[in-house]
């Protein structure tokens, strides 16, 4: 496992942009996928974009061609350039990490994203 801290949350108006941040320590070493997860109180958490070991990405429907995932070896940090935001992205946002292929084993503690309209 590795540890995750976020951050980079905060208040926004609808149309702004954000970035977060995940600085990972630990065993970062193997084949390692990395995600940025979302939930609002009352639903499910849902996952909005991801990136696997040789860098290839995916994204949620409702956040493609608004969301950006990025990694920084070097610094050992995650990030989620976030775009033409909506009300409807206000969530907590999570970084996870895992064994690509199987279950995530570890998570931050979570960054506060409020988008007012």
């Known amino acids: 496992q590795v540890q995750l801290v976020e951050s980079g949350g905060g208040s926004v108006q609808a149309g702004g942009s954000l970035r977060l941040s995940c600085v990972a320590s630990?065993?970062?070493?193997?084949?390692?996928?990395m995600a940025w997860f979302r939930q609002v109180p009352g639903k499910e958490r849902e996952g909005v974009a991801f990136?696997?070991?040789?860098?290839?990405?995916a994204y949620a429907d409702s956040v493609k061609g608004r969301f950006t995932i990025s990694e920084d070896n070097a610094k050992n940090t995650l990030y989620l350039q976030m775009n033409s935001l909506k009300p409807e992205d206000a969530a907590m946002y999570y970084c996870?990490?895992?064994?690509?292929?199987?279950?995530?084993?570890?998570w931050g503690q979570g960054t506060q994203v409020t988008v007012t309209s």
């Open positions: 996870a990490a895992g064994p690509c292929g199987r279950a995530w084993d570890s």
């Open positions: 630990g065993d970062t070493s193997g084949d390692y996928c």
């Open positions: 990136i696997d070991s040789d860098g290839g990405t």
